[in-house]
């Protein structure tokens, strides 16, 4: 059973940045490939940036050149870091992993860390 502890959530204004943490257990996460997901209230939880274990990235096009993923092996960490961050950004953020990285684009998972709530004023 996979365990997800994320954190680093806060409120911030507008411009700002914050970085996310999520601590994966229960899983090789060396083998596996992660994704950082968000749900703003009202709305469905959409994809925002996913880590292949070869080390590739890819970004929801709202964020890119703002929010970077990144991953430490040997803390079983995902980290996103958030930059210039908009009022747009405000949601829960998630995170989860997969060895198949289709699993991780299309956030087929069967449970969810707790999140944490980013808000973001102008």
């Known amino acids: 059973q996979v365990r997800l502890v994320e954190s680093g959530g806060g409120w911030v204004q507008a411009g700002e940045s914050l970085r996310l943490s999520c601590v994966v257990s229960g899983s090789i996460f060396s083998l596996n490939a992660m994704g950082w997901y968000r749900q703003a209230p009202g709305k469905q939880r959409e994809l925002v940036a996913t880590l292949t274990r070869g080390g590739n990235t890819d970004y929801v096009d709202s964020v890119k050149g703002r929010f970077t993923i990144s991953r430490d092996n040997a803390k079983r960490t995902v980290y996103l870091q958030m930059n210039s961050l908009k009022p747009e950004d405000t949601a829960i953020y998630y995170c989860?992993?997969?060895?198949?990285?289709?699993?991780?684009?299309?956030?087929?998972?069967?449970?969810w860390g707790q999140g944490t709530q980013v808000t973001v004023s102008s």
């Open positions: 989860n992993t997969d060895r198949d990285y289709e699993v991780v684009y299309r956030a087929h998972f069967g449970s």
